[in-house]
């Protein structure tokens, strides 16, 4: 029973980092990279992302 349960675990490496740039009360943009890293099947997956964020009403109080 134990060794069929090794057989089925997965490992799984994930990475990331990332940048938030506020320009004033309501608008901000973010930027992200994440890496991720499958250890049985070898797949690897490197995701770029960019987000330009709006806060309604007052914004962010505390620029």
């Given amino acids: 029973m134990?060794?069929?349960?090794?057989?089925?675990k997965k490992?799984?490496?994930n990475?990331?980092?990332g940048v938030h740039y506020t320009l004033n009360a309501n608008?901000?943009?973010?930027?992200?990279?994440k890496y991720?890293?499958?250890r049985?099947?070898?797949?690897?997956d490197r995701?770029?992302?960019t987000r330009l964020i709006y806060r309604?009403?007052?914004?962010?109080k505390y620029i």
């Fill in 40 to 44: 049985n099947t070898g797949a690897r």
């Fill in 27 to 33: 608008w901000a943009l973010q930027a992200d990279w």
């Fill in 11 to 13: 490992l799984q490496w």
């Fill in 36 to 38: 991720n890293y499958h």
């Fill in 2 to 8: 134990i060794d069929k349960d090794r057989d089925t």
């Fill in 47 to 49: 995701l770029w992302g």
């Fill in 56 to 60: 309604f009403g007052e914004g962010n």
């Fill in 15 to 17: 990475i990331g980092t």
